[in-house]
């Protein structure tokens, strides 16, 4: 079954800034393909150190409670950057 469809909701973690952010389940297969959380925490890397080796990620179902309280990050656009890189012969 979809975690989205489920109700889940993914959090992600920097343990260096002590940072949690929240995310839909069908969003994050928007970027990172249909893979698992653990994939997911792979490749993502925190906002404000720039590390991803201190990432953590994990799917869970929010209480009512605490489903009223969590701010989700939601996807804005997706932009590809063309970079041109020379090397001299």
């Given at each position: ?33 249909n893979v ?8 993502v890397r ?12 994990e799917l ?30």
């Open positions: 079954m979809d975690a989205h469809n489920v109700g889940q909701a993914a959090r992600i973690t920097c343990g260096h800034c002590n940072i949690r952010r929240y995310y839909k389940p069908a969003e994050l297969r928007e970027i990172a393909g698992t959380i653990d994939e997911v925490r792979k490749r925190c906002e404000k150190c720039g590390r991803n080796e201190y990432m953590r990620a869970f179902n929010p209480v009512a409670a605490e489903a009223m309280s969590i701010r989700y990050r939601r996807l804005a656009e997706i932009k590809f950057v063309r970079r041109i890189i020379w090397r001299d012969e």
